[in-house]
């Protein structure tokens, strides 16, 4: 008797977490210009609303840590607005009239992920 024939199944998980996180750096091309977290937020919310209108501007988005000196932070996105954030964050040339670029520099599902980047790591 023929063992009988085993059955697979496929199974695809399309994402599902809820939120992203991005690690991202702000860039101006002179030197000495600094903002607070509200205006950092705020510039984020202006090129959403500039690119997609009001209603996306108002995207639940979350600074988690935010450094002042170096204008770097990590954002908290909903994972159905994170191309919208990050497309209004490459399409954002100034600020005040001063030229600057976002730089996004790691992006995950998973905060933890953030903690380290592995293309940095140094092993003794």
Known sequence: MPAPAATY???VYKNPSEHHYMKVHLEFQDHGIGLNAA?????LISALKDLFGEVDAALPLDILTYE???????????SSGLVKLW???TLLGSYKGKKCAFRVIQ???F??????NSRELALN
Do not use: D, N, W, Y
């Open 9 to 11: 199944e496929r199974i």
């Open 107 to 109: 992006v995950s599902p």
């Open 87 to 89: 497309s209004s964050m």
């Open 111 to 116: 905060l933890l992920a953030l903690s380290g």
């Open 68 to 78: 002042e000196k170096t204008l770097s932070a990590i954002l908290r996105i909903c």
């Open 39 to 43: 205006q950092f937020k705020q510039l």
